[in-house]
């Protein structure tokens, strides 16, 4: 059975602080691994993973994945406040004609001023 | 651990034909379910939130005549596209919370492809 794991659960800084979250997976026929923002409404997007070891970075924000540990992180650096969100990440799969998305449960951060 | 699965995995359909995607919890029961749809650049954009036994709430933008959402149980909410086009063509997700737990969980998406 495919499942992605996420860890922490739940997670509360001060702002300033810099942290890690993680994601593994195990997902039949894996292609690519993305990373959302979950606040109000739809998750935003934010990263997507698909070659090993190169890291992406949006502003305070970068991620990589580990295609031999079957992983990746989330690094938030200098938090602020309105980072306070649910972070999902989903693994995206594709084989017998069709693809999908397996989430997980997300790491709920909470930045405290 | 709870499950959301939806159905069909993926379905090409001719265009003006209406297609059916069922979302099901399969161990909790879901009094709120999301419709979401992925673009290209693989945001998500939510299009509507249906509660068991009440008419769905659309986002701004998103027809509700075109894109039927029936919340009929606690396990089960469906979306049909109605006379679909090709520019329907998406990746739909759903996505479930369970009340009790405060913790939303989501499906494996459907793909819907319009010729």
């Known amino acids: 059975e495919d499942k992605v794991v996420q860890s922490p659960l739940s997670l509360v800084v001060h702002e300033g602080d810099t942290v890690t979250l993680n994601c593994s997976y195990e997902v039949t026929n894996f292609r690519s691994l993305l990373w959302y923002k979950q606040e109000k409404k739809a998750p935003t997007f934010l990263f997507m993973l698909?070659?090993?070891?190169i890291e992406k970075k949006s502003g305070r924000l970068s991620s990589i994945l580990d295609k031999k540990e079957l992983s990746s992180i989330l690094n938030i650096t200098a938090t602020q406040t309105g980072d306070s969100a649910i972070y999902l990440c989903?693994?995206?799969?594709?084989?017998?004609?069709?693809?999908?998305?397996?989430f997980g449960k997300g790491t709920h951060l909470i930045i405290q001023p | 651990g709870a499950v959301v699965s939806q159905h069909p995995s993926r379905v090409i359909c001719k265009s003006g034909t209406s297609v059916k995607i069922e979302c099901r919890s399969l161990d909790f029961q879901a009094t709120t379910m999301f419709w979401y749809r992925q673009f290209p650049k693989k945001s998500l954009m939510l299009m509507a939130t249906s509660n068991e036994g009440s008419k769905a709430t659309y986002e701004q933008g998103v027809e509700k005549d075109k894109f039927l959402i029936n919340h009929a149980s606690l396990t089960l909410s469906t979306l049909t596209v109605t006379s679909a086009h090709p520019e329907d063509s998406s990746f739909y997700i759903c996505?479930?919370?369970?009340?009790?737990?405060?913790?939303?969980?989501f499906g494996p998406g459907t793909r819907l492809t319009v010729l």
């Open positions: 698909t070659s090993s070891g």
């Open positions: 996505s479930a919370r369970d009340a009790r737990r405060n913790e939303q969980f």
């Open positions: 989903a693994a995206m799969y594709s084989g017998g004609g069709a693809d999908g998305l397996t």
